[in-house]
RNA sequence: UCCCCGGUAGCUCAAUCGGCAGAGCGGGUGGCUGUUAACCACUAGGUUGCAGGUUCGAGUCCUGCCCGGGGAGCCA
């Protein structure tokens, strides 16, 4: 029996005889020899079939073999450097498992955004999104290697969710039984300021739902984040701790998805540069760079997409702005000892125009003072009662972020949306496939 | 919800001032001794998103609708 190997080991296999499990995502042919371009899930290689080694009805045969092809090729490992990627198999027999049934959708030309996102379910075969997705799962296991490392404890939060997480108007609901609507959660950070009390240092990772009609390069419904919150980290510690998962998160993927970054195509000078400490500015610094950037922008405005990409233009690396005005961010926010019109929050911009990758802030953590939150912002009471609970035995000074997954994913790959950075997309206008 | 752009062959696009709907890729047939999105020759392929209007004549102009894309707001 001859050994079934992966393309991805094939090195270790010159001048060997074994068995390629795969499809056929490519031919060219003359008279006398077809070339067949295989994948098998962990890499690409080119297998050849001479005219005088096979009978003419096979040969004859594997011309007309359509596109995705599913096939189990055994033959020699050969170093060979007309050979994309360098080695290349010998075939000495052949067996097809599956002959298409209709010619395949995507050519090897260009296609439409709208084409491409009907046939996600094909176009995920594809090179780059195949490239893109090795790069998500390695930036996946980075972060939760990350956590784990520094001794963070994995609390999954609920996805179904009767509270209600930053704001209403945005959440999908559903109905749950005879208890009324359900909400898809839209952040498990409140959940994580539960578990903090009885676990200090946790996190969670997993989809998130927001019902908001964005249509931006940055937005999705359906998102991943991953959240910590730490128990007695003040505002700095939690600006820290930021900075140091993208450093090991964008190292580790350098490190390991080197083949994947070059299939992109991407610059990963760009990425190099991405070393402690990141710069950090304050709102109203970063209104400052508007202003002189020609923006019209005043003290109390948000920062949007545009000034954004401004501002992180100006650095190598991520920046952070903290210290934004409490009237354009979420209730539960620690106003500044300093300046009361302010909160401790702050969020890190990626560089190259991606824009905001983590929002993260210290938490009112007295009783009195998160009520008179709530009420200002006129919450109901009732939804927040367990949160406001978390604050009446041994509350102690905590702060947390949320980084979106997809956004990160589109800034170390480098590519233009997000919705490639994720397999299955969901947007406002696409719920298929 | 608002602003902008688009919808022509399976795909990507072209079609001058309103005047015979075209090309490349893909498909089919044949050829080619190592291809690199292979190449060469021949060939089939159309309700120009839908409905209505103006006109001798509409892919092109007008009205309404449908679908998609980019952006704003909001956020990660």
Redesign the pocket.
């Known amino acids: 029996m001859i050994k079934w190997v992966y393309i991805e080991d094939i090195s270790k296999y010159v001048d060997q005889e074994v068995t390629i499990k795969g499809w056929m995502y ?8 077809h ?1 067949l ?1 295989l994948r098998d899930g962990t890499g690409f290689i ?1 297998a ?1 079939m ?2 005088e080694r096979f009978d003419d009805e096979l040969f004859k045969k594997v ?2 073999l ?2 995705e092809t599913s096939m189990i090729i055994t033959g020699r490992v ?1 170093k ?5 990627g360098g080695y ?1 198999i ?1 075939v000495t027999s052949i067996e097809t498992v599956q002959e298409p049934i209709e ?15 009907e046939h996600r379910h094909l176009w995920i075969r594809s090179k780059k999104q195949w490239a893109i997705m090795k790069i998500r799962n390695e930036v996946v296991k980075a972060i939760r290697d990350f956590f784990y490392e520094s001794k963070f404890v994995l609390i999954d939060s609920p996805i179904l969710t009767g509270s209600i997480g ?2 209403a108007g ?1 959440l999908f609901d559903i109905d749950y039984f005879d208890l009324g609507k359900a909400y898809l959660s ?2 498990g950070q409140l959940y994580l300021e539960a578990a903090i009390q009885s676990f200090g240092k946790v996190y969670c990772f997993g989809p ?1 739902f ?1 019902a ?10 359906e ?1 991943w ?1 991953v959240e910590a919150e730490v128990a007695y980290y003040r505002h700095k510690d939690n600006m820290k701790l930021q900075e140091e998962l993208v450093v090991y998160t964008v190292n580790r993927t350098l490190k390991n998805a080197q083949p994947y970054l070059e299939i992109l195509g991407r610059d990963t000078t760009k990425l190099l540069t991405v070393k402690t400490p990141f710069p950090r500015i304050s709102y109203s610094e970063a209104i400052d760079i508007l202003k002189e950037a020609g923006k019209d922008a005043k003290w109390g405005d ?7 990409t401004i501002i992180s233009q100006k650095f190598d690396r991520p920046v952070m702005v903290y210290n934004y005005p409490k009237d ?3 209730f539960y926010m620690q106003l500044n000892p300093e300046n009361d019109r302010e909160v401790l929050c702050d ?2 911009l990626a560089p190259e125009g991606y ?5 993260g802030s210290e938490r009112i953590w007295k009783y009195e003072v998160l009520l008179k939150r709530i009420e200002e912002n006129n919450l109901p009471l009732d939804a927040y009662r367990w949160y406001l609970d978390i604050r009446k035995w041994g509350a102690v000074p905590h702060s947390g ?7 990160l994913v589109a800034w170390i790959t480098g590519i ?4 490639e950075a994720i397999p299955f997309p969901r ?4 719920i298929y496939p």
């Open positions: 490519n031919k060219r042919s003359s008279s006398k020899i070339f371009q080119q050849i001479e005219k011309k007309k359509k596109i050969r060979e450097d007309r050979a994309p290349e010998d010619d395949y959708p995507i050519s090897k030309k260009e296609h439409g955004v709208d084409f491409l996102m930053e704001s945005n839209q952040t998130t927001r908001e009609k964005s249509k931006t390069r940055r937005h999705l419904t998102f984040m948000d920062i949007g997409g545009d000034e954004e354009i961010k979420a969020d890190m824009g905001e990758i983590i929002g972020f949320g980084m979106g997954i997809e956004r233009k949306h997000i919705r947007t406002i206008y696409r």
